[in-house]
């Protein structure tokens, strides 16, 4: 199992060998970091929003009724935006107990297994957020607070987050799929 201390530096993204592919998971991975940026602006702006939040009611006696629910949503948004670009970089945690058990041709089997399994639950929970989303957004639901802003925005990021996730895990099936097995 590894827990990120023994990986070495981040490699970065697989190098697909069709230039098409290559030229898809470079968008991809440029999109990807946009987002990551973004995101991380995000995470500071929540900060900020918190910082606020407590020092107005511990100064100033001032009611906060958007602070907690604003700084929610944010958080929904950088967990979901971020997904694709973890998973490009394969940083998300994976069990490696039987890797180094395995020849190489059995490993490459099991992690195209892992991916186009990690493809399809994906694929459903992307889904499923669509339709909370679309749920969300034609009733107009709302969260139960006197701020009450409407659940739609963090539905839409949820989905919109995991569909990135499903086209990440999609290119990394095509690039294992379409690279040539007989080079280095």
């Known amino acids: ?3 990120g201390f023994d990986i ?10 069709n230039p098409v592919v290559a030229k898809l998971s470079r968008a ?10 973004f995101s991380m602006a995000a995470l500071i702006l929540t900060a900020l929003v918190l910082t606020y939040s407590v020092v ?31 998973q490009s970089l394969r940083g998300h945690i994976g069990i490696e107990a039987l890797a180094p ?7 490459a089997a099991r992690m195209m297994f892992v991916d186009v399994l990690s493809l399809l639950f994906c694929l459903f929970f992307s889904w499923k957020s669509w339709t909370l989303f679309h749920e969300a957004f034609v009733e107009g639901q709302t969260t139960s607070s006197t701020f009450a802003p409407p659940l739609w925005i963090p539905y839409g990021m949820m989905a ?25």
Request: with cysteine; hydrophobic share 50%.
């Open 1 to 3: 199992m590894s827990h």
């Open 8 to 17: 070495g530096p981040a490699k970065g993204p697989a190098v697909p060998d």
């Open 28 to 37: 991809l991975d440029a999109f990807n970091h946009g987002l990551l940026m």
């Open 56 to 86: 107005s009611r511990y100064f100033f006696k001032l009611p906060t009724d958007w602070q907690d629910e604003a700084s929610v949503f944010m958080l929904v948004g950088v967990t979901f935006f971020c997904c694709a670009y973890v």
């Open 101 to 107: 058990l395995l020849s190489p041709r059995v490993n």
């Open 160 to 184: 919109f987050g995991m569909s990135l996730l499903v086209l990440q895990i999609a290119m990394q099936v095509l690039v294992r799929v379409t690279n040539d097995r007989s080079a280095p």
